[in-house]
């Protein structure tokens, strides 16, 4: 590279002739602030693990439509889910995910209920190779907060289906 080739560069570097070059001395190394979506997302992963475990085997019917109520609870509620009492608010379809994405969502619809007052909603776990369907109720059974579930009415899935009552605290039920 000849200074002959290229006129402009002598005089670019008659311009920069007594410029010192910058330091950077000072280093900043402040955490960046998490999205409110990513701590969402870490608060639902947080209370899928520590609610839903897939070893614990509750005790539930084998025959029959799939039922269940908490020891806390009337019996009387889970006659009134069954006959259709309640209409679910909120539903919940969980075909085509997979089992860890499926208890994130649970959790996130369960957290929904009671922060929207909500009383009943709908879990459509689907057919398929039976693995939602089967772990489904499960998961539901050792949640605090779900009070009963039954198998839905044909309006609402079916035997694909399960309707959840979910406890809300002392606020006042609406049916």
């Not at 084998?62 to 009337?74: F, L, Q």
């Not at 772990?135 to 009963?148: D, F, I, R, Y």
Request: charged share 25%.
């Amino acid at each position: 590279m000849k200074d002959d080739n290229y006129p402009d560069l002598s005089l670019f570097s008659a311009l920069i002739e007594g410029i010192k070059p910058l330091r950077q001395d000072t280093h900043h190394f402040k955490q960046p602030v998490k999205a409110k979506q990513q701590f969402e997302i870490k608060e639902q992963q947080l209370h899928a693990d520590s609610y839903f475990s897939d070893t614990y085997q509750p005790l539930l019917p084998v025959d029959g439509p799939m039922r269940w109520i908490n020891t806390n609870t009337d019996k009387h509620e889970l006659k009134r889910l069954r006959r259709g009492d309640y209409s679910p608010d909120l539903l919940l379809d969980l075909h085509g995910m997979r089992q860890a994405e499926a208890k994130l969502e649970l959790a996130a619809l369960i957290q929904a209920c009671v922060k929207q007052n909500t009383i009943c909603c709908c879990v459509m776990h689907g057919y398929g190779m039976g693995i939602l369907k089967q772990q489904t109720p499960m998961w539901l059974a050792q949640h605090p907060n779900v009070k009963a579930f039954h198998q839905a009415p044909k309006e609402w899935g079916g035997d694909a289906a399960l309707l959840v009552l979910i406890d809300i605290g002392e606020l006042p039920h609406r049916r």
